[in-house]
């Protein structure tokens, strides 16, 4: 165990440390020795240089899409994306209609987007996935109607990991007229995607969650058939009017670089993620009482995302301390309320409670989750000798039928 | 989040795990809280012919603030009387703990757990007298 550097990082969905092939690369971009020049600077060759580096990594990830690099814009991240794709095409066709399609468990900056469009007068339907985390599609189809402009479905959840079938919806939407929008900032590096095939016409992205820097982001925005978007930041017209303000050239080239090397590695990555992964899940899927939240199939290999029964998630993070791992999402373990990713999936509040999300990366070792292994039992059986819940269920008392002092 | 020293202290070595025979006419048992809120405190007293508390033991469902709560409280009852016991508010316990303001709520589920316990045992006690006024 003498190779183990604690605390052991299993939190790779909230955030991946940079490669150390993107931060070389990223610091040829700062110094006065380097290409710090202004892209956008059309008459020396400083401006150049930065202009072709910017290009490249364009290039580098629309290739990981299948898109032609004239679709990509940058962004400050898939945050900024979401609400650039969602806002953007939905006010741009305010006169087609009115009413947006999404799903219960999309991450905050889709949801929250869409509840300020429903301040601005827009209808929104948020639809629930199925037990398995999946979209339901006769559900799907029933939603839509003749006044939905946008429907915006996310690619993996960032939570439990499932992937939608997003060229099944794109398909839909397709024939429909309907803007299909994609947050894609968990996927890049772990399914692949190809928007022609999938008929997306917007799909946010972000570098942080691909071994890039923190801070840049892009937006695909189909050209054929031409998707419009209202700007939300208005300022230089830069990227083709669609999100104005200088273009950070080291972020951008940090992208592109990350994005070529999880466009080129992603077979091979998978497959020992996957192998980590199954290790993982077998270590601990014989304990009592432990349920496996989302679907195991259409699953990112990385994501583990596991339910111990009877024991409080916060707790469980806590005993854990050499692990870092995430209860719900790191956007809601600041707050006291259970997971809503997990509470849509039907999952009640005990089970919302009392999960563990567990991703793993391209650094993760067999060691380190053997580890984890070997820690998470042991915290879980510590809380459940402290929990009167285990000795009820022990008891054989089931929990629904005892009346709660409520508090 | 940052916990206390003391927090973590409590949770890391909790006192006074375990449980007493909640049949025992000497016992009173308190259990407050819901799953669905999570956190679920169970704080037992054993108290002597003297109205003092000999033993207390405690199980808890919950946050490490909730755990270290109860474990606090289980040290704090301990040889005191039931009414000094009952004067043991939440501010005692969050103030001892540091906990900060979105963990208040459980030291408030102590400050439950506690009064839950000692009506517990009062009722049984009244029960036993009642029952043995009739006997004599």
Not at chain 1, 98 to 103: A, M, N, S
């Amino acid at each position: 165990m003498s190779s183990l550097n604690i605390p052991i990082y299993m939190d790779y969905s909230a955030t991946t440390p940079v490669d150390e092939r993107v931060a070389a690369k990223m610091a040829e971009c700062l110094t006065k020795q380097g290409h710090f020049g202004n892209p956008a600077s059309r008459s020396h060759p400083f401006g150049w240089h930065a202009d072709e580096l910017v290009e490249q990594a364009r290039d580098n990830v629309a290739t990981l899409l299948g898109a032609n690099s004239k679709e990509i814009v940058w962004t400050s991240g898939a945050t900024e994306s979401d609400n650039l794709a969602i806002k953007g095409a939905a006010r741009f066709n305010v006169k087609k209609g009115k009413h947006i399609v999404t799903l219960k468990t999309e991450h905050k900056a889709v949801l929250d987007t869409c509840r300020q469009l429903e301040r601005e007068g827009f209808e929104v339907t948020y639809l629930d996935p199925m037990e398995n985390g999946l979209l339901d599609m006769d559900a799907f189809k029933a939603a839509l109607r003749d006044d939905t402009t946008v429907v915006s479905i996310m690619h993996v959840n960032n939570e439990i990991g499932v992937i939608q079938d997003i060229a099944a919806i794109g398909q839909i939407t397709r024939e429909r007229g309907i803007i299909f929008h994609v947050d894609a900032a968990q996927s890049p590096g772990k399914v692949a995607i190809d928007v022609n095939a999938m008929n997306v016409d917007l799909m946010s992205l972000c570098a942080h969650k691909v071994y890039g820097p923190k801070g840049i982001g892009a937006l695909y925005v189909r050209r054929k058939p031409r998707i419009r978007l209202e700007a939300q930041i208005h300022g230089g017209g830069h990227e083709r009017g669609m999100r104005s303000g200088t273009l950070a050239t080291h972020q951008i080239v940090g992208m592109g670089e990350a994005f070529r090397i999880a466009h080129e590695e992603m077979d091979e990555e998978n497959v020992r993620m996957g192998a980590l992964r199954d290790r993982l899940w077998n270590g601990v899927s014989d304990m009592e009482e432990i349920y496996l939240n989302g679907d195991l199939e259409q699953r990112i290999p990385g994501n583990l995302n596991v339910s111990f029964n009877f024991v409080e998630g916060e707790s469980l993070i806590m005993s854990m301390k050499d692990i870092a791992v995430s209860s719900g999402s790191a956007c809601t373990s600041a707050s006291l309320e259970p997971s809503y990713v997990l509470r849509a999936i039907g999952r009640n509040d005990e089970l919302a409670h009392s999960s563990i999300r567990f991703t793993i990366g391209r650094f993760t070792t067999e060691e380190e989750i053997d580890f984890t292994i070997a820690k998470t039992r042991e915290a879980v059986e510590k809380l459940r000798d402290l929990s009167p819940l285990w000795d009820m269920h022990k008891e054989g008392i089931d929990l629904d039928t005892v009346e709660w002092a409520s508090h | 989040m940052a916990y206390s020293d003391k927090v973590l202290d409590h949770y890391e070595n909790p006192r006074n795990v375990g449980v007493l025979d909640k049949d025992d006419p000497n016992v009173g048992t308190g259990m407050v809280g819901a799953p669905a809120c999570g956190d679920v405190m169970r704080l037992q007293i054993k108290v002597n012919d003297d109205g003092i508390i000999e033993d207390a033991k405690f199980k808890t469902y919950g946050c490490g603030s909730a755990i270290a709560s109860s474990s606090l409280v289980t040290e704090m009852v301990k040889g005191k009387t039931l009414e000094e016991v009952g004067e043991i508010r939440n501010k005692h316990i969050a103030d001892e703990l540091a906990l900060p303001p979105v963990k208040i709520h459980c030291s408030v589920l102590a400050e439950d757990a506690i009064a839950a316990a000692i009506a517990d045992i009062k009722a049984k006690r009244t029960e036993k007298d009642s029952s043995e006024a009739v006997a004599s």
